[in-house]
């Protein structure tokens, strides 16, 4: 498992050809929901 800790290492690791599983920790889900939300209207 790796940390991503930027939007640059969230789009390589969704668009690789390796499946992907996020695991989000339950005091930053929220943000991390909104911000892959954000990713994907852009």
């Known amino acids: ?3 991503i800790k930027s939007n640059e ?4 690791v969704i668009n690789s050809d390796t499946p ?3 695991k989000l920790r ?3 889900a929220q ?3 909104l ?3 954000g ?3 852009s």
Do not use: E
């Open 35 to 37: 911000w892959i939300y």
């Open 1 to 3: 498992m790796q940390a």
């Open 20 to 22: 992907v599983i996020v």
């Open 9 to 12: 290492s969230f789009k390589s």
């Open 26 to 28: 339950q005091d930053g």
């Open 39 to 41: 990713l994907t209207q």
């Open 31 to 33: 943000t991390v929901v």
